[in-house]
């Protein structure tokens, strides 16, 4: 994938002018040497910090040296007010971690009261109004700290990415599908850019790739990736010009700006006049690093993005689609699985979902679509059942008066054949019934949620955390009442 930032991260020691510098120059030491040890690089800056002078000295060194998310690591108590400015005048993503004391026959000399200063710290960062990433107990020895920055890393790469980010539009969203619609206000306030284009913009476009001479390769590409699931050869002429025409629109238009999401028009009028549907292409895609939403589902995309870069890996976006018939869970679920059955629900859609991310995959027609059209407009769904194993369940949102809201669930695709069509699974989340009561219909979330495979949980809520997302809603467990559940149920 090439559309997700390299991280380099720095980190920078401070020392209150009380407390000896080299406590905290020794401790930043080991934690480097514990990090590289474990993880990879991290740049060591030579300056350690006392006063605003050695912030300036410091902020110079790390931005010579290219580093993009910095540690503030406080080996003492540190000046609170040197410490903040350097986040502040930071142009990156930056994590606050204190050290533990070591030995308790060293507590004179050798005591730093990083424990304290992390306090003064967080004070004077609200203050100033800057955010930064802090862990759940952001004090440690040398190791337990360098795990600490190991989980710091895909938050900052998350950060760095929103901030290089643009979502590319086409279309407004379908009649009926209002769900998808929302305020791109807070997408400024994330600091993503969004270009919304019209239909007949990317349809001249894929005009003008008719008989592109790139077209015959990705033919052979989608020949090799489909096997003897390639059950609609026909279209993949076409399909390969329209991924083309998305892949030139990404070059020509994504600007000042490093990465790149869609949120792609795929129905009423895109079978008749472009003669497929594009699920199978925005598979391909997605793939590739660069999420594509179905039905112009712009924080779809955001989610889906976030997820890429989180998970370094495919995602999926799904409709919280149709119940598990009872006869189905009693045959394939019950007693195999620990799950009630309102723990669990089918996640669909027509046929975005990547090659690598289904048990099995075949070409097909949109069925959906073909009751109401011509069969032959309608080709170009990947369908297969959806690879088990573990997945988080997520969405970042803004709401009709453009607040931010997230939600995260983790679960499992569970290994049991759905006996439908297109790109689907079985999902199973703990106690989904009541998450799906009072989360997703209580707060009105749309019907489309991002899939990361495997659980991701903690990197997402501290994305959104650091995001500045207050209401971040998960799957309660039964002892924990949501705040509209009915205690006598």
């Known amino acids: 994938m090439n559309n997700i930032p390299e991280l380099k991260l720095g980190i920078v020691s401070v020392s209150r002018d009380c407390f000896p510098m080299t406590l905290s120059e020794t401790r930043r030491h080991r934690v480097a040497e514990s990090y590289q040890r474990q993880y990879g690089q991290i740049y060591e800056c030579p300056v350690c910090i006392e006063n605003e002078l050695h912030m300036k ?79 759940e107990y952001p004090v440690g020895t040398a190791d337990e700290c360098a795990d600490m920055i190991h989980e710091f890393v895909p938050v900052a790469k998350t950060i760095i990415a929103l901030n290089n980010l643009k979502i590319i539009s086409f279309g407004p969203r379908p009649q009926d599908f209002i769900a998808c619609n929302a305020p791109i206000q807070q997408l400024y306030n994330l600091n993503v850019e969004i270009e919304e284009n019209s239909e007949l913009d990317l349809f001249e476009s894929f005009n003008k790739h008719a008989g592109d001479a790139r077209i015959a390769d990705v033919v052979r590409e989608m020949e090799e990736e489909l096997g003897a699931g390639n059950k609609k050869p026909e279209i993949l002429e076409k399909l390969a010009q329209y991924e083309l025409t998305l892949l030139d629109w990404v070059e020509a238009h994504k600007g000042s700006r490093e990465y790149v999401a869609i949120a792609g028009k795929c129905w009423p009028a895109f ?118 194993g573990d997945i988080t369940f997520f969405r970042l949102q803004s709401t009709a008066d453009a607040k931010l809201r997230a939600y995260i669930a983790q679960g499992e695709v569970l290994p049991v054949a759905t006996r439908s069509f297109g790109a689907i699974g079985i999902f199973a989340i703990p106690e989904m019934g009541r998450f799906y009561r009072h989360v997703l219909i209580e707060k009105n979330y749309p019907h489309h949620g991002a899939v990361a495979f495997g659980h991701f949980g903690k990197a997402l809520f501290d994305v959104f955390r650091y995001l500045g997302v207050e209401d971040i809603a998960f799957n309660q467990p039964k002892n924990m009442l949501y705040p509209t559940e009915n205690p006598f149920c």
């Open 57 to 135: 000295q410091a902020l110079a060194d790390v931005e010579a040296a290219g580093c993009n998310a910095l540690v503030i690591y406080l080996g003492n108590f540190g000046p609170e007010s040197s410490e903040t400015l350097l986040a502040k005048y930071f142009n990156g993503p930056v994590m606050f971690v204190a050290a533990a004391e070591e030995t308790g026959n060293d507590l004179v000399q050798g005591r730093g009261d990083a424990y304290c200063g992390m306090l003064n710290a967080s004070y004077n960062l609200k203050l100033r109004g800057v955010r930064a990433y802090i862990p």
């Open 271 to 388: 079978q008749t006049q472009f003669g497929f549907v594009p699920c199978y292409v925005n598979s391909r895609l997605t793939a590739k690093g660069i999420p594509v939403s179905c039905e112009v589902d712009i924080y779809g995309a955001l989610s889906e993005y976030i997820g890429t870069v989180v998970s370094e890996d495919t995602v999926t976006l799904l409709d919280i689609n149709n119940s598990v018939p009872q006869d189905l869970y009693a045959e394939d679920i019950a007693g195999k699985y620990d799950y009630t059955i309102k723990d669990t629900f089918m996640g669909f859609h027509c046929g975005n979902t990547a090659s690598s991310k289904l048990s099995f995959c075949e070409m097909k027609n949109q069925m959906i679509m073909a009751r109401s059209l011509p069969e032959e407009v309608t080709n170009g769904t990947l369908e297969g059942d959806i690879v088990p």
